[in-house]
């Protein structure tokens, strides 16, 4: 495999993602004794930076704040895999069909996402997407999205013998995800299924812009797969 696709999940892939937002406001109350309604959507934050952001601004010392992540990213975890089985989570348009392709074009398809793994995994699984995955970078390794690119080249040059002159796209709905990729020399695929208009998907860098992911044989055009 000589091509890598790295795709973000929320808004870029699914829509639908309640029961995320009630795992945060869950974990909040048991770890940091505080109410918070996690009804701002944090587009392109990784999941420890949104716990920093809403659980500081209701004045929790930033020490505690770091000492209690590993704990909080737990609780949160577990209370989204209990949520979830009453959760609707919806594919975006052409997202399934695309993922077919490039698994028949012998493409290496990998996550960049802020969710932390246990809820990315429970997050596609429940919609049957997982098993497209081979590897990824997830919020609960780092807060820094840019890290977590690193690592999912990382894992792809060490697990499937992915060449250093090997060709990575990255697919995003917001300027975080295209910053991710070129921080890793990726081409960058924004698409505007979000908050993001083409306009300024395309001011943040993007190599290509798309309205979503319909098109599957444009895309594998641009990724070079006929």
């Given at each position: 495999?000589?091509?890598?696709?790295l795709?973000?999940?929320?808004?870029?892939?699914?829509?639908?993602?309640?029961?995320?937002?009630?795992?945060?406001?869950?974990?909040?109350?048991?770890?940091?004794?505080?109410?918070?309604?996690?009804?701002?959507?944090?587009?392109?934050w990784?999941?420890?930076?949104?716990?920093?952001?809403?659980?500081?601004?209701?004045?929790?010392?930033?020490?505690?704040?770091?000492?209690?992540?590993?704990r909080?990213?737990?609780?949160?975890?577990?209370?989204?895999?209990?949520?979830?089985?009453?959760?609707?989570?919806?594919?975006?348009?052409?997202?399934?069909?695309?993922?077919?392709?490039?698994?028949?074009?012998?493409?290496?398809?990998?996550?960049?996402?802020?969710?932390?793994?246990?809820?990315?995994?429970?997050?596609?699984?429940?919609?049957?997407?997982?098993?497209f995955?081979?590897?990824?970078?997830?919020?609960?390794?780092?807060?820094?999205?840019?890290?977590?690119?690193?690592?999912?080249?990382?894992?792809?040059?060490?697990?499937?013998?992915?060449?250093?002159?090997?060709?990575?796209?990255?697919?995003?709905?917001?300027?975080?995800?295209?910053?991710?990729?070129?921080?890793?020399?990726?081409?960058t695929?924004?698409?505007?299924?979000?908050?993001?208009?083409?306009?300024?998907?395309?001011?943040?860098?993007?190599?290509?812009?798309?309205?979503?992911?319909?098109?599957?044989?444009?895309?594998?055009?641009?990724?070079?797969?006929?």
């Amino acid at each position: 495999m000589t091509k890598l696709v790295l795709f973000d999940i929320d808004h870029t892939l699914v829509v639908g993602t309640k029961a995320h937002g009630q795992a945060f406001s869950y974990a909040y109350k048991v770890i940091y004794g505080v109410e918070a309604n996690q009804d701002k959507v944090f587009h392109g934050w990784t999941d420890i930076q949104i716990i920093k952001e809403v659980v500081g601004q209701r004045g929790i010392p930033n020490e505690e704040i770091e000492k209690k992540i590993p704990r909080c990213l737990e609780v949160m975890a577990n209370e989204y895999k209990k949520l979830i089985a009453n959760e609707e989570i919806i594919v975006l348009p052409g997202v399934r069909e695309l993922l077919v392709a490039l698994t028949e074009g012998q493409v290496l398809i990998g996550l960049v996402t802020g969710n932390l793994k246990d809820i990315a995994q429970a997050k596609l699984s429940k919609v049957n997407l997982w098993h497209f995955f081979s590897l990824g970078g997830f919020g609960s390794e780092n807060e820094e999205r840019n890290k977590l690119a690193k690592l999912a080249i990382e894992r792809a040059r060490k697990d499937y013998k992915f060449p250093i002159t090997g060709e990575v796209f990255l697919v995003g709905d917001a300027p975080p995800d295209i910053e991710a990729g070129k921080s890793i020399g990726a081409k960058t695929i924004g698409v505007a299924t979000s908050a993001y208009s083409l306009e300024q998907l395309k001011a943040s860098g993007a190599d290509y812009v798309l309205d979503n992911l319909t098109d599957a044989n444009g895309i594998l055009k641009i990724i070079g797969i006929t």
